[in-house]
């Protein structure tokens, strides 16, 4: 069985950086072809798509996002870990990881989230 | 950056079908991927690759993709259909992803 799951600090100040960790279980992150995501959602709206990091390390970002993010992952804990920089307000949201087994562009499963507030 | 237009809301009664869109330019050429979100849960993938169907995934949803929008079609609808429903593409161009802004579906 597949699961996902997001681990983190539930509260941010303005400005510091977060660190957001995806521990993946019953499937390998140097398995070929696939892939890991980070995705977002702020409360009440939309979905919204931050980064993704293949198996041999390729790694995209959100164009509007791009300068704040930094995704790695460390496969000897069959972790993936996601730093955004310059918190704000703006940035509350549930953050999830998903998973594409394949690299067909499709996300098979997601982790439940993690809801992270920034707020002084 | 390419965009996907969804409506934000589509009412259906019990048993009827409904039918969710989602809008972009030659949206065709791209393969279309689709999640139900319920609220306080994870997304799940109900349709990919435009037309098919993850395993567990009831025959009721189906997905088509022609010109400029992709439609999730959800056939004898019933309440447990209720849900936010999102649209998702692979943007090869810029190699990264973009999601619909999500329609929530009201069984009435």
């Known amino acids: 069985q597949i699961t996902l799951k997001e681990s983190g600090p539930t509260l941010v100040k303005p400005t510091q950086t977060l660190t957001l960790t995806c521990t993946l279980s019953g499937f390998s992150l140097t398995t070929s072809g696939m892939g890991v995501g980070w995705i977002r959602q702020p409360p009440g709206k939309a979905l919204e798509w931050l980064a993704f990091i293949y198996w041999d390390d390729t790694k995209r970002y959100s164009p509007s996002l791009k300068s704040r993010l930094t995704i790695t992952k460390d496969t000897s804990k069959n972790q993936v870990v996601l730093t955004m920089t310059d918190m704000d307000p703006v940035d509350t949201a549930t953050y999830s990881c998903a998973i594409q087994l394949t690299g067909d562009g499709y996300f098979d499963l997601w982790g439940r989230g993690t809801l992270v507030t920034v707020s002084s | ?108």
Do not use: M
């Open chain 2, 1 to 108: 950056s390419y965009v996907l237009t969804q409506p934000p809301s589509v009412s259906v009664a019990p048993g009827k079908t409904a039918r969710i869109s989602c809008g972009g330019h030659n949206i065709d050429n791209y393969r279309v991927h689709w999640y139900q979100q319920k609220p306080g849960q994870a997304p799940v993938l109900v349709i990919y690759h435009n037309n098919d169907r993850p395993s567990g995934i009831p025959e009721r949803f189906s997905g088509s993709n022609s010109g400029n929008t992709a439609t999730l079609t959800i056939s004898r609808v019933e309440a447990g259909d209720e849900a936010d429903y999102y649209c998702q593409v692979w943007d090869s161009g810029g190699d990264h992803v973009v999601f619909g802004g999500g329609t929530k579906l009201t069984v009435l």
